[in-house]
């Protein structure tokens, strides 16, 4: 087996992805006019990014839609050619698809699945035993310890199309990890599962991290997802990166303030204790108020000693919050 | 080699995960064959000698294409396009997993199934109507037959995936099919036997690739072909094969840097 360990596991260098798409003017005439001549724009779907990832790191990709989260892992594993740039993964260039970058990572799409729809979902795992070349005994081993943490034991020999969508998820994970990769891309993962089971498949990624010493990135709209996750994260928005590096870096670079909750029953106590923050929400006699991390002792103290408050607490910013406030300042 | 065995086993399997899917189509294919079988034997005029066949061979020329036909074109890898542009081409482009052979095992494990189940068919049809067509007994005539039928099989897989490979420029490619099916039919001679035509004509046809999917295993099979121009007909075969083998290669290699991978 290769050796990683001293160097990154993944590394980029000016990604650059470009895809060309026509632009059709509305109507008939537009209809028309478009057979006849058309106007081809290029699009930056990845724009000039840069990053590299340790080995057995788990990092979150997170940015809206069409920021070029999926483009990029699309790049990382040799899906598509990239525009320019430099792209390296388990040292190898992905795009030249060699057998040994290939047996050594897999992509789980959210939205997509390898499963065959009209077999159970064990022939499909037999077949990729075969295609990874993955002997007897080790197969069994694999299989034995993904179903155990995923708890599909039950599942395995029923008609993939007639399975739900979190067994189906379920089985889809078996069938990208059956050949134990180094790396995994896992986009969007959690789509449309319910809260159980993304709390399941949560519990899966990070204990397949840990056990597998795996680098995996994963990109998710759901930020508990990456909270629970990653401690690293690539913000990302129109293409370029906007922030890389921990959550709690960003929470403390992008949303230096806290949120202190409180009962004040007193109306004109009320009206006063506003003025002390920024208010995030009020009905009476709740109050939820935003002030800076370094003074929010002082105030809740300050709070506590004039006022006649009940239910006091101090809460981080909401992730989602911080998240959605760095996109909206990264517009054009 | 062994994953591309498990590709036609588990494709084998697949396509009798519907049980009445399965009778249906099995319905449809002996449906197809008595339909041919009952038109030609009432038009067919008895003892008399048409375009220089008689009336049995006419007939096993007839079904022969038919059955030819369902062997060589019914392919798996029409799907080609699909997968391009649904983006389920990138489930196989992360695997080591050569695409050409996934395809081309695919349709030998369905062609598997269909072989087994028109043998026995085929047999309980003939016992059951006797009719009036060649048997081929002679059984270098037969291996030859074999050969040409599974060079027309190898001919007809790369020129599908080429087809499969505009995909890659267009969403929509069933234009371009329906436009060759109806070429094929007619240069394979699956409307009426090619040495009917003026001979000068004819020996433009022996040259296309296409004379080579349907019309030239059968008269191997029908023993009209002396063993020399058998032998160069099989060559000609591969050698198309190969051509056409070279251009899907090239039509892959440059599809897949326009490849996008849309369609979530």
């Not at chain 2, 008595?34 to 009336?55: C, E, M, S, V």
């Not at chain 2, 196989?92 to 269909?114: E, Q, T, V």
């Not at chain 2, 050698?239 to 897949?256: D, E, P, Q, S």
């Amino acid at each position: 087996m290769l050796e990683f360990s001293k160097m990154d596991t993944i590394s980029v260098k000016n990604l650059v992805k470009t895809y060309q798409v026509f632009k059709k003017e509305p109507g008939i005439l537009g209809t028309f006019k478009s057979l006849v001549s058309r106007k081809y724009e290029k699009v930056k779907a990845v724009d000039d990014i840069s990053f590299s990832i340790k080995e057995g790191e788990l990092v979150g990709f997170i940015g809206p839609n069409g920021a070029g989260k999926t483009t990029t892992l699309k790049c990382l594993s040799g899906l598509l050619y990239p525009t320019s740039g430099e792209i390296s993964v388990l040292n190898f260039k992905p795009w030249q698809r060699k057998r040994q970058f290939l047996t050594n990572i897999s992509f789980v799409m959210g939205q997509k699945n390898q499963l065959w729809w009209d077999l159970p979902a064990i022939e499909t795992f037999l077949l990729n035993k075969e295609i990874f070349e993955i002997n007897d005994s080790q197969f069994k081993k694999t299989l034995g310890e993904l179903v155990d943490l995923l708890d599909a034991k039950d599942i395995l020999n029923i008609q993939v199309k007639r399975l739900s969508l979190g067994q189906r998820m379920k089985c889809e994970l078996i069938a990208a990890l059956i050949h134990l990769p180094k790396v995994l891309f896992l986009d969007e993962p959690t789509i449309g599962l319910d809260v159980v089971m993304q709390e399941k498949l949560r519990e899966f990624v990070k204990s397949y991290n840990k056990n597998f010493h795996s680098t995996i990135i994963l990109t998710s709209h759901y930020m508990e997802d990456v909270q629970n996750l990653a401690k690293r994260v690539i913000v990302i928005n129109f293409g370029k990166i906007v922030f890389d590096g921990l959550l709690t870096e960003l929470v403390k670079k992008k949303a230096p303030y806290k949120l202190i909750s409180f009962m004040e029953r007193n109306k004109d106590n009320f009206v006063k204790i506003k003025k002390l923050g920024k208010i995030i929400e009020q009905d009476f006699p709740k109050l939820t108020i935003r002030v800076s991390s370094k003074d929010s002792n002082r105030i809740a103290s300050q709070i506590l000693d004039n006022f006649t408050v009940e239910d006091l607490t101090i809460e981080e910013a909401d992730i989602a919050e911080i998240i959605r406030e760095v996109f909206e300042k990264s517009k054009k | 080699m062994k994953k591309y065995w498990q590709i036609a086993k588990i494709t084998f399997s697949e396509t009798t995960a519907y049980r009445l899917n399965f009778v249906m189509w099995r319905v449809r294919v002996v449906l197809q064959l008595l339909t041919i079988y009952f038109l030609w034997q009432a038009i067919l005029p008895r003892g008399a000698k048409i375009l220089n066949y008689d009336h049995s061979q006419i007939l096993t020329y007839i079904l022969g294409t038919s059955l030819i036909w369902s062997f060589v074109m019914a392919s798996r890898s029409q799907s080609i396009a699909d997968e391009i542009n649904s983006g389920s081409l990138s489930n196989f482009l992360i695997k080591p997993i050569n695409y050409f052979s996934y395809h081309f095992f695919r349709d030998i494990g369905d062609k598997a199934m269909n072989i087994l189940f028109t043998a026995v068919e085929l047999t309980l049809m003939y016992f059951i109507l006797k009719p009036p067509i060649f048997i081929q007994t002679d059984p270098t005539y037969l291996a030859l037959a074999l050969i040409s039928i599974f060079a027309a099989l190898c001919l007809h897989f790369f020129i599908n995936f080429i087809l499969g490979t505009i995909g890659f420029i267009s969403p929509e490619i069933w234009a371009p099919r329906f436009i060759f099916f109806i070429v094929i039919g007619f240069f394979a001679g699956s409307y009426f036997p090619l040495d009917i035509l003026p001979a000068n004509i004819f020996a433009i046809f022996k040259f296309l690739p296409f004379t080579y999917l349907l019309y030239f295993p059968l008269k191997v099979y029908l023993g009209q072909l002396p063993l020399e121009e058998t032998i160069v007909g099989i060559f000609t075969t591969f050698i198309w094969t190969a051509v056409f083998a070279l251009i899907a290669n090239l039509a892959w290699r440059k599809g897949l840097k326009l490849y996008t991978s849309w369609g979530k």
